[in-house]
Nanobody
Framework: QVRLVESGGGLVQPGGSLRLSCTAS????????MSWYRQAPGKEREWVAG????????SYPDSVKGRFTISRDNAKNTVYLQMNSLKPEDTGVYYC???????????WGRGTQVTVSS
């Protein structure tokens, strides 16, 4: 059974930083690319970062490129998202899932809330 547990969110001022973590179980973590997604109030869930399974190649949409960094630790079955220079439009619930740009699994974790506000 796939289980994804996100943590690390919170309230931060514009320009601040947060580091999110997602611990996965129920599948062979090292064999899958992993991604982070976010869902803002009233909007659809969107992809914000991906890291490949084999060589750790990362990819981002233009909206977060240069500000967000995704990484993974296969020994800990964990994927991270370092978010710097946060903006109010980064506010939302952040989720992880397997796959690159498209979620591999239909089940999602609870996510972690990120609020960027002064």
């Amino acid at each position: 059974q796939v289980r994804l547990v996100e943590s690390g969110g919170g309230l931060v001022q514009p320009g601040g930083s947060l580091r999110l973590s997602c611990t996965a179980s129920g599948f062979t973590f090292s064999s899958y690319g992993m991604s982070w997604y976010r869902q803002a109030p009233g909007k659809e869930r969107e992809w914000v970062a991906g890291v490949s399974s084999t060589n750790g190649v990362t990819s981002y949409p233009d909206s977060v490129k240069g500000r967000f960094t995704i990484s993974r630790d296969n020994a800990k079955n964990t994927v991270y998202l370092q978010m710097n220079s946060l903006k109010p439009e980064d506010t939302g619930v952040y989720y992880c899932n397997a796959g690159l740009q498209s979620p591999r699994f239909g089940s999602w974790g609870r996510g972690t809330q990120v609020t960027v506000s002064s």
